[in-house]
């Protein structure tokens, strides 16, 4: 089992950068794809991006790509969600998750492929 906490979420305004971060317990950290997600008020939760194990494999929602990027580091357990030019329209909960697969590869994008996720935290853009 492992535990998700993710930090970095505020108030920034449009135009403007955060960096979110997911630690994960445990020390098995690495057999995790990794995922993020977010929840606007009113609305269902998306996908925002995913890495793999190895963190060679990426992937994006459309409208993320080429201004949030995800990374991870597996010896300090934590995966990162570096967010640009952000727009109002980013404003939600961000949630990590982990998906326990056997490939080094494959990323997960459906929520229902993920087993732990973490409690969220505010990201607000202003206009």
């Known amino acids: 089992q492992v535990q998700l906490v993710e930090s970095g979420g505020g108030l920034v305004q449009a135009g403007g950068s955060l960096r979110l971060s997911c630690a994960a317990s445990g020390r098995t950290f690495s057999s995790y794809a990794m995922g993020w997600f977010r929840q606007a008020p009113g609305k269902e939760r998306e996908f925002v991006a995913a890495?793999?194990?190895?963190?060679?494999?990426?992937y994006y929602a459309n409208s993320m790509k080429g201004r949030f990027t995800i990374s991870r580091d597996n010896d300090k357990n934590t995966v990162y969600l570096q967010m640009n030019t952000l727009k109002p329209e980013d404003t939600a909960v961000y949630y990590c998750?982990?998906?326990?697969?056997?490939?080094?590869?494959?990323?997960?994008?459906?929520?229902?492929?993920?087993?732990?996720w973490g409690q969220g935290t505010q990201v607000t853009v202003s206009s």
């Open positions: 998750a982990a998906d326990r697969v056997s490939s080094m590869v494959v990323v997960t994008t459906t929520d229902q492929g993920y087993d732990y």
């Open positions: 890495i793999s194990r190895s963190g060679g494999s990426t």
